[in-house]
């Protein structure tokens, strides 16, 4: 069965960095789109980010473009975000996800806080 699981959650001051991963199983990842979600309390599943089955497109939420970069290892079925200069709007639990299978890993918490 598909199944996606996400690693690498934390808390980190504001101003820092964290590089998400999700290892993907169970479907054929090097074609397929992936995409990270993110949900902060009290506020609806968002996009963050894509990258077409090759990596050779990517595609950001306004509000992380230029912060966060979304890469993939088809050999390892393996997707990744990285945050850098992370900022306590950033607070939420991110999710992996795979459109085409309509399958969401169980998320990771980011906590932004001093």
């Known amino acids: 069965q598909v199944q996606l699981v996400e690693s690498g959650g934390g808390l980190v001051q504001p101003g820092g960095s964290l590089r998400l991963s999700c290892v993907a199983s169970?479907?054929?990842?090097?074609?397929?789109?992936m995409s990270w979600y993110r949900q902060a309390p009290g506020k609806e599943r968002e996009l963050v980010a894509s990258?077409?089955?090759?990596?050779?497109?990517?595609n950001y939420a306004r509000s992380v473009k230029g912060r966060f970069t979304i890469s993939r290892a088809n050999s390892g079925n393996t997707v990744y975000l990285q945050m850098n200069s992370l900022k306590p709007e950033d607070t939420a639990v991110y999710y992996c996800?795979?459109?085409?299978?309509?399958?969401w890993g169980q998320g990771t918490q980011v906590t932004v806080s001093p």
């Open positions: 169970g479907f054929s990842f090097s074609r397929n789109v």
């Open positions: 996800y795979a459109p085409a299978l309509t399958s």
């Open positions: 990258i077409s089955n090759n990596g050779g497109s990517t």
